[in-house]
């Protein structure tokens, strides 16, 4: 994985733990919903 930016790194670095985890978990979310929405198109065109 690469490296962020610097500014985007100090950001991180700084910012209090339990708003970090809830980035951590909203990220997660949208990364399931992104792989859900994935996998229904992906079985819609089969059923085509």
Do not use: C, D
Not at 12 to 37: D, F, K, T
Request: proline share 6%.
């Amino acid at each position: 994985m690469k490296e962020p930016p610097q500014y985007e790194r100090e950001a991180l670095e700084n910012m209090p733990v339990g708003e970090l985890v809830e980035v951590i978990v909203r990220q997660q979310e949208w990364a399931q919903q992104i792989y859900e929405e994935i996998e229904r198109l992906k079985s819609g065109e089969q059923q085509e």
